[in-house]
Nanobody, 112 residues
Framework: VQLQASGGGLVQPGGSLRLSCLAS????????IGWFRQAPGKQREEVSC????????YYLDSGKERFTISRDNARRTVYLQITGLKPEDTAVYYCHRPPNSWGQGTQVTVSS
């Protein structure tokens, strides 16, 4: 199982990013995939997750209006679109396949 996150960068407040998580070694259709983030000095928190079934989609309260998770099973990729970026969104963002598979993380820095 491998998960490769990408798409992070330095963005000004109010900007947008689309993070990508490329999955390999398993059939993406069969699994829930989540996005987590960890800011310096803080615990890792889940920001969103979804599956390709009708289980539903979860968003962190602070991201419900700004985060959109989606997937393209044919491309083996799960996306996290973030709009209206705020400095408090600065963190390393990880994709996760329960229970124990993590990608290497992609840094998102929101600063003017």
């Amino acid at each position: 199982v491998q998960l490769q996150a990408s798409g992070g960068g330095l963005v000004q407040p109010g900007g947008s990013l689309r993070l990508s998580c490329l999955a390999s070694g398993f059939t993406l259709d069969d699994y829930v995939i989540g996005w987590f983030r960890q800011a310096p000095g803080k615990q890792r928190e889940e920001v969103s997750c979804e599956s390709s079934s009708t289980i539903g989609t979860y968003y962190l309260d602070s991201g419900k209006e700004r985060f959109t998770i989606s997937r393209d099973n044919a491309r083996r990729t799960v996306y996290l679109q973030i709009t209206g970026l705020k400095p408090e969104d600065t963190a390393v963002y990880y994709c996760h396949r329960p229970p124990n598979s993590w990608g290497q993380g992609t840094q998102v820095t929101v600063s003017s």
